[in-house]
DNA sequence: CCTACCGATCGGTAGG
DNA sequence: CCTACCGATCGGTAGG
């Protein structure tokens, strides 16, 4: 019994080389998401109907196959929820951190990059970007593995932004509200964006950088 | 079949009677709920477990009835939420008008109104408001109206940008989606905001004030 | 014995 | 408003 299981989560990893090649290569760079049929199906069933609302039968006759071949691959129906929404955090994660280390230490190059690669993520990443009005729908440990992600990117734009304040480069009061919404106008992005719409995933990044420099109060914003 | 229907519809009018009461009154005055505990039971069960997570048969026990009980006062579980979203949006959406007009033409005073008006919204009747991430389950006609109402609050915060913008006291190159972007602000409110926290619902709305006119690029915003 | 599944069905629960 | 139920479908698992 604790064979399979192991040989199962190899068959899981081998399946997703694409995501991490990309992500390897550089922040700006987006190739196709990589991602197990199964994750990929159950990612779209949940964002049509919700992780309640989707059965694990409508995400088999999307792949294409039977529900015993579901889990076989997959413990249950939680277990692609959490596996979707932590590669997706993971993924804007590295990318964020990339982008900041790329950036070096000045705080409004720090945050352009920032802001910037997250926004890109949720405009190459929507569907991903979109299940994170799924958390509820985690089990207790899960969801505490998926904020403390959540929180470090969160850390990571205050630790940027009170060193701008610091600097005197950003002027806002409220570092930490200010950050938490340059955060959710970003997960925003998610709501309305369409890729067939008249905005590139780039026009649509600078267009969040400068609404999120208005944010936290940058001299040289608008 | 028919008389049994109308009869539950005028239940249902005379069991909210003080809300409506406490919107006349003034838009930064918040009553109880004043919702029928049906409602305000699925209400609660919706934004612990999701819409499709929560049963029928969970509310009933919430509200100390039977699971028939609740189909004699609403038609079906779309009802409730239907239902539910659309009072939550009505009510912001008089307390924006009010706040709008009692701020008067002043583009400035007219969008520090509104926002102050939506936050605390957002804040004092955040079981309402939380309940927006649930659109998703409304039925096509239903999730029509309460997006036509959305789009009406988004449309007089735009106006008002505009005006800020044409006369010099906004500088945001993006006005549109400035205001997607103060509206995502404040309802991300409700995922965060805690009643038992350090902050008063005035003092939340205030700073949603300072941080949205950053976003919208006023002058003397920080 | 393994892998990658299958057809059929489990105990319970959904909205009505 | 309750008791007594329905057709169907739920997440998950049986043997092979």
Redesign the interface.
């Known amino acids: 019994m604790a064979l399979p299981r192991a040989q199962r989560k190899d068959t899981r990893v081998s399946t997703q080389p694409r995501q991490d090649a990309a992500v390897a290569r550089h922040w700006r760079t987006y190739g196709p998401l990589g991602l197990h049929p199964i994750l990929l199906r159950a990612m779209e069933a949940f964002n ?6 989707t059965s694990m039968r409508d995400i088999a006759s999307r792949v294409g196959v039977t529900v015993p071949a579901l889990y076989y691959h997959y413990e249950n129906k939680q277990a692609l929820l959490t596996t979707l929404l932590e590669a997706s955090m993971r993924d804007v994660l590295d990318r964020c951190r990339a982008a900041a280390a790329e950036a070096g230490d000045d705080p409004l190059a720090r945050f352009r990059a920032m802001v910037e690669s997250i926004a890109l993520s949720m405009a190459h990443r929507q569907g991903l970007a979109f299940l994170d ?1 799924e958390i ?2 985690l089990e207790p440990a899960n969801r505490a593995r998926y904020v403390a992600l959540r929180d470090y990117l969160e850390h990571m734009l205050l630790d940027t932004v009170r060193d701008g304040v610091a600097r005197g480069m950003f ?4 570092p930490a ?2 950050v ?2 340059v955060l ?2 970003c ?2 992005v998610a ?2 964006y369409r890729a067939d719409g008249p905005l590139t995933p780039a026009q649509l990044a600078e ?2 950088v ?2 999120s420099l ?4 940058a001299r040289d ?2």
Chains 1, 2 share one sequence.
């Open positions: 049509e109907h919700g992780y309640h609302g009005t509820r729908s002027t806002t009061p409220y509200d200010a938490r919404a959710v106008m997960q925003g709501n309305w267009r969040q400068v609404l208005g944010t936290v109060g914003a608008a």
